[in-house]
């Protein structure tokens, strides 16, 4: 069973930086694709961005050129760097995994497994 665990969340000022991390285990051959989802109070739950098994990533519009994804195979470690923070990107964000094949669409709904969440709180 794939286990995740995020870290990195923070309060930050509109401008500024910051870099998630989600340590997975216990994914296999059959997890072809991580993400990170996003959910603020009162609003439903947003992908934010995902990577497939060959690397290649997938970003909700609204993070477009503001968020970049990745992975460290060796270290077992997803990351989300998030730089030029809005007061909108304040949300608890969720590193997650989806198994069975197929293609990332960066949607909650495809996803398996989930971490328990950190929160981003940006301020303006």
């Known amino acids: 069973q794939v286990q995740l665990v995020e870290s990195g969340g923070n309060s930050v000022q509109a401008g500024g930086s910051l870099r998630l991390s989600c340590a997975a285990s216990?994914?296999?051959?059959?997890?072809?694709?991580f993400g990170w989802i996003r959910q603020a109070p009162g609003k439903e739950r947003e992908g934010v961005a995902a990577?497939?098994?060959?690397?290649?990533?997938i970003y909700a519009d609204s993070v477009k050129g503001r968020f970049t994804i990745s992975s460290d195979n060796r270290k077992n470690t997803l990351y989300l760097q998030m730089s030029s923070l809005k007061p909108e990107d304040t949300a608890t964000y969720y590193c997650?995994?989806?198994?069975?094949?197929?293609?990332?669409?960066?949607?909650?709904?495809?996803?398996?497994?989930w971490g328990q969440g950190t929160q981003v709180t940006v301020s303006s």
């Open positions: 990577i497939d098994r060959h690397g290649r990533p």
């Open positions: 216990g994914y296999s051959d059959r997890t072809h694709c």
């Open positions: 997650a995994a989806a198994e069975g094949g197929g293609a990332c669409y960066n949607h909650p709904s495809e996803y398996d497994y």
